[in-house]
């Protein structure tokens, strides 16, 4: 396990993933809040919120074809880059709600697309028995210490710097995921993807 977590691309992978799960924080805690306090009824909070859900679920449905035409990098780097762009959309766009519906399809990408290209990766970097302890760790730094952090964090600049802000300092903790995967994970394991792939 040892040599394995201490492989450059395994550890760009969960340190991406737990900014991505950081970046996601203020949505869980405050995304319906932000989306009241700007006039969307109940009704509509929820269509959104379920939009998301259905982006997500298409997202998983075509995944394996997407995986065939696309590399695991790509799916990533895509992955990272439509959460930059969904998070400053709802910070700043939030008073026109075709830009909310816009943000909240992109759901499908951060989320979908996302946790799918990162269980991929762990699974074919942790082999045999490593492999549900890749899963374990993946989840725990994802999953529990990221969105942990990231709502935290949101949870103090809600209070001190409003919620556009908020949403901005998600954005830039997708960005920091996009640059580890565009720096640190190498196109050779994106071979290696294809290949398997194809098989």
């Avoid at 998301?52 to 995944?63: P, Q, S």
């Avoid at 082999?127 to 952090?149: E, I, W």
């Amino acid at each position: 396990m040892w040599d394995i977590l201490r492989q450059r691309r395994v550890l760009a992978l969960f340190s991406a993933c737990f900014s991505m799960s950081a970046a996601h924080g203020a949505l869980y805690v405050f995304f319906s809040i932000f989306l009241s306090d700007h006039g969307y009824s109940k009704s509509a909070v929820g269509g959104l919120w379920s939009l998301g859900v259905l982006a997500e679920i298409a997202v998983f449905f075509y995944m394996s074809r997407l995986q065939r035409v696309y590399s695991l990098r790509t799916i990533l780097l895509l992955s990272f880059s439509a959460a930059v762009l969904r998070f400053l959309m709802i910070g700043m766009g939030v008073e026109l709600p075709v830009i909310i519906v816009l943000a909240q399809l992109l759901h499908g990408l951060t989320f979908g697309s996302f946790h799918a290209a990162a269980i991929t990766a762990v699974n074919r970097w942790f082999p045999g028995r490593t492999r549900s302890r890749g899963q374990a760790l993946y989840s725990s730094l994802t999953f529990g210490a990221g969105g942990l952090v990231g709502g935290l964090i949101s949870g103090w600049t809600w209070d001190h710097l409003g919620g556009a802000l908020t949403f901005a300092l998600s954005s830039f903790f997708a960005l920091v995921g996009l640059v580890l995967v565009t720096i640190w994970i190498p196109e050779k394991d994106v071979v290696m993807h294809r290949a398997s792939a194809a098989i």
